[in-house]
């Protein structure tokens, strides 16, 4: 293993050697390839931005699951409903919350609904 870390090292070093690489790099660069390093996670897309939600009912997967991708797409998720509630997000026996919604005429939507808003 440690012959392979070795003969893989030696390689690149090799590569950024020659000439021609380091022409071919900076042709690249001259193109507008970024050459910097931004981020190992892609930023989830802002889609529930200025959005506020209720979570209720029995869902198939956890509620954090379900706040965690509300908050990182710039949602936000709030325990009651207003009418200033953009959606709520309903499992089965969703008890008085979707009432509520049901009479501010605010959107309901399934866990199959929700997952197509946040392809």
């Given at each position: 293993m440690i012959n392979e870390i070795e003969d893989t090292f030696s390689e690149l070093l090799?590569?950024?050697?020659?000439?021609?690489?380091?022409?071919?790099i900076t042709e690249l660069q001259l193109l507008g390839l970024n050459?910097?390093?931004?981020?190992?996670e892609i930023e989830r897309v802002q889609v529930f931005a200025d959005?506020?939600?209720v979570v209720t009912g029995t869902l198939s997967k956890t509620r954090d699951y379900y706040?965690?991708?509300?908050t990182e797409s710039g949602g936000k998720v709030t325990?009651?409903?207003s009418k200033k509630t953009s959606y709520v997000l309903v499992g089965d026996n969703p008890g008085s919350k979707y009432?509520?919604?049901?009479?501010l005429g605010v959107e309901i939507l399934t866990e199959?609904?929700?997952?197509?808003?946040?392809?």
């Open positions: 090799d590569y950024f050697e020659n000439s021609e690489n380091l022409n071919i050459m910097k390093y931004i981020s190992s959005m506020t939600f706040k965690r991708i509300i325990g009651s409903v009432q509520k919604a049901m009479d199959n609904e929700f997952e197509e808003l946040v392809k």
